[in-house]
């Protein structure tokens, strides 16, 4: 059992009572845990006490940050084999123990033995050069990251640690729960909620499908006890008693820990203009409680439908999320822009600030990689974003990367002036508020602008002269 | 009817009540220091009723409530006034580089308010002379200069249309200066208030700005009217007979007028008519201040 918190601490019976009275009193009280629902599979005859499983997406979130790790290192066959490997002694490289934040496991056989490979996007990535599938972009980028030093390309300004771990937090995770589990998976004749997800599971179809979808978003199961500064710190590891929500002194990645999107979530959420993350927990939440309910038989289709609504709220929340990400990254890379401009003039040396110009632009473009791989067709969002940022930084010299050539290399021609790329930037953010609605809106460049038009622009009059 | 005493109670406004005040203080003491009139001829010609219910003033006021209804249709014209200024501060980037390096705040507040104040001063100018100068457009302008008899309140004895050049003209103004202004110093822009207003625009108006449009003939040096536009001077402007015509168009610099010719001096005790030529009181009926006659 996760729920231990009730027990661990003494807390007055009255209180246990009251609570258990409140939310039975109402068949639609949310739960506040994603964990332990009850066995609701008719003749199941097993030994599991929850039918709540979704450890292969959690040992997913720990293949993708430690790939992140070993991009910059440069072994192209440990790369591979977190990608597509099978070996269930991998160690889990990140999140690793960090004072006293403990992690329970440390490889990944430990959560569930998985790879990446299988479940990347094979659809088309438009928004990077070469016509290519999900994983054959991951693949170019592993070996252009093998073939530099610490996985940066200095002269095309690319930051392959930033690129991957980005474009696979979308192509993977968000890809699978999105797109397969909160899409297709919802129907009727797709894994019934009356028979097993697979044979000898102590779960049915539906609740191992909105359960994998939970997974992929990588929220600690105890996030609507909590605040998003408190996931915000989890995923930091800088606060075990926010993470640890079972006393066992350590934090268990398979439900304990904050990965991938729903940290990007809570990072925007601490700032109190959004409240992405618990919009998404919450809808998970009350679609496991509807799935709880039917106690083993069919969703009706009227069920089905509440259970699509409640999907449509994840996925909208969830798209805002990589959006405000893209939005956050444009504002990062102009401010840079601004900054290596001001050196060149001067005559210094821009290194330091090209490589955070880099790692800057390698974010967002592996977010805006990540906002395309929904499955659906954004028409001429997808058209105009790809333009906008195009396929690499603005290099010295005024060159873009405009595609790859027949070995592989990248094919550099002249692009934008300096002060139009930077338009550019600006022009992503405007059409992450235009298209998606934004609100956070960190790194806003011309929030100021808009105050400034509020409070000191023209106002009618008929003054004359 | 909030929205028309507003224009007595914001610091904006050239009519706020302690402009009018301030316009009045002034006049006293040039009507009885400097012409050494008698002061119950003074008291007596501000209240004077002749000029108040003159059917020019009452023109005036027809103009004025009417006006105020229609400024309020031009709301949408001032939403796109964010849109030209995203599109100036993005155009920027295409000519200079944006520096990063950060100047005081004062001086930036100095620059700004400063450039807010000539650019919007130039504009007017501008816009006044081609009002005067073509001939479309002097037919919206004419409305203003039929009144024969001059009160503050003929401030907006303003044609519709009129009202709407002005409303684009400052839109044009304030987008270009905010636009190029955040461009070069972001977050440091803003401006030097007194009372919510720019500075410039309260000491313009409580130096008597309301008695341009009055029957006080307050002049200055002539060295000085070359620089700053007198009352006298702009009721120069207002004048009926034909060697005033075209005449000081500022508002309140004269600099432009200097440079442009068309900045004549004001005439020591100079008494003057207002008005057109050759126009009947017909003038002042609100169809043809409106429609024209
Ligand atoms: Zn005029």
């Known amino acids: 059992m996760f729920n231990k918190r009730l027990t661990a601490k003494a807390v007055p019976l009255t209180v246990v009572l009251g609570s258990a009275i409140l939310i039975s009193s109402s068949a639609f009280a949310r739960s506040n845990l994603y964990a332990d629902f009850p066995i609701t599979l008719k003749d199941y005859s097993g030994s599991a006490t929850t039918s709540v499983s979704y450890k292969g997406q959690m040992a997913r979130h720990a293949l993708e940050s430690s790939l992140k790790k070993l991009i910059s290192k440069g072994d192209m066959s440990a790369m591979q084999s977190y990608y597509s490997g099978d070996d269930a002694n991998r160690a889990i490289i990140a999140p690793a123990t960090k004072g006293d934040f403990v992690i329970k496991q440390s490889t990944i056989g430990e959560l569930s033995n998985k790879n990446l490979s299988g479940k990347t996007y094979k659809g088309l990535i438009p928004g990077w050069p070469g016509n290519m599938t999900g994983p054959e972009v991951a693949a170019f980028m592993f070996e252009k990251a093998a073939n530099v030093d610490g996985g940066y390309d200095a002269a095309h300004a690319m930051d392959y640690t930033q690129l991957v771990s980005k474009f696979l937090m979308g192509a993977v995770t968000y890809n699978q729960a999105v797109d397969n589990y909160l899409d297709e998976k919802l129907e009727a004749d797709n894994k019934p909620n009356n028979k097993p997800y697979k044979d000898g599971a102590a779960y049915t179809g539906k609740e191992h499908v909105w359960d994998e979808a939970f997974g992929y978003f990588g929220a600690p199961a105890h996030t609507l006890t909590i605040s998003a500064q408190d996931v915000y710190n989890i995923a930091k590891q800088k606060d075990i008693a926010a993470a640890d929500y079972n006393y066992d002194g350590k934090v268990d990645l398979s439900n304990e820990m904050a990965f991938g999107h729903a940290y990007y979530a809570s990072s925007y959420d601490k700032g109190g203009k959004t409240t992405y993350l618990h919009d998404i927990v919450g809808a998970y939440m009350d679609g496991r409680d509807l799935i709880t309910s039917v106690n083993g038989r069919a969703l009706s289709d009227s069920e089905r439908d509440e259970l699509k609504g409640y999907a449509q709220t994840i996925k909208t929340n969830w798209e805002k999320v990589i959006a405000e990400s893209v939005f956050k990254y444009a504002g990062s890379t102009y401010k840079d822009m601004m900054k290596i401009e001001a050196i060149i003039e001067s005559g210094g040396d821009v290194s330091k600030e090209w490589r955070t110009y880099s790692k800057h632009w390698g974010e967002l473009k592996g977010f805006a990689l990540a906002l395309q791989v929904a499955g659906k067709d954004m028409g001429e969002t997808s058209v105009k974003l790809n333009r906008l940022i195009g396929f690499s930084p603005l290099l010295l010299g005024n060159t873009q990367v405009t595609g790859i050539d027949s070995n592989g290399e990248y094919v550099q021609s002249d692009a934008e002036t300096w002060g139009g790329y930077m338009v550019h930037m600006l022009k992503v953010q405007n059409l992450m508020v235009d298209e998606f609605g934004v609100v956070a809106r960190s790194n806003d460049m011309t929030a100021g602008l808009s105050e400034l038009v509020q409070s000191l622009g023209a106002k009618s009059s008929a003054e004359n002269d | ?293």
């Not at chain 2, 000539?118 to 200069?145: E, G, Q, V």
């Not at chain 2, 050049?165 to 987008?175: D, K």
């Not at chain 2, 720019?198 to 307050?218: A, E, K, Q």
């Open chain 2, 1 to 293: 009817m909030t929205d028309f005493f507003a224009n007595f109670l914001n610091p904006e406004k050239r009519l706020f009540i302690g402009y009018l005040i301030s316009a009045a203080f002034i006049a006293l003491i040039w009507l009885r220091i400097a012409q050494k009139k008698p002061l119950t001829e003074i008291v007596s010609g501000f209240f004077s009723t002749n000029v108040w219910f003159s059917k020019s003033a009452l023109a005036d006021y027809k103009l004025m409530v009417l006006n105020q209804f229609f400024i309020k249709l031009l709301a949408p014209i001032l939403i796109g006034q964010l849109a030209l200024t995203i599109f100036i501060f993005e155009n920027m980037h295409l000519l200079f580089s944006r520096p990063s390096a950060s100047i005081p705040v004062w001086m930036v507040m100095l620059i700004f308010t400063l450039v807010l104040f000539i650019l919007d001063d130039f504009s007017r100018y501008l816009l006044h002379r081609l009002m005067h100068r073509i001939p479309l457009l002097w037919r919206f302008h004419k409305a203003h200069h039929s009144a024969t008899n001059l009160t503050p309140l003929t401030v907006l004895r303003t044609h519709p249309i009129e009202a709407v050049l002005f409303s684009l003209r400052a839109i044009i103004v304030h987008s270009l200066c905010l636009g190029v202004c955040f461009f070069f110093f972001a977050e440091s822009v803003s401006l030097i208030e007194i009372f919510g207003s720019s500075m410039f625009v309260v000491i313009f108006h409580s130096l008597g700005s309301n008695l341009r449009h009055s029957h006080v003939n307050l002049s200055y040096w002539s060295w000085l009217e070359k620089i700053l536009v007198s009352p006298a001077q702009h009721q120069l402007h207002h004048s009926i007979n034909p060697k005033h015509y075209d005449c000081n168009f500022g508002a309140v610099l004269a600099i432009w007028d200097s440079i442009g010719g068309s900045c004549i001096v004001s005439e020591k005790n100079q008494d003057i008519k207002f008005g057109l030529k050759d126009q009947s009181d017909n003038a002042h009926k609100l169809k043809n201040l409106i429609i024209g006659s």
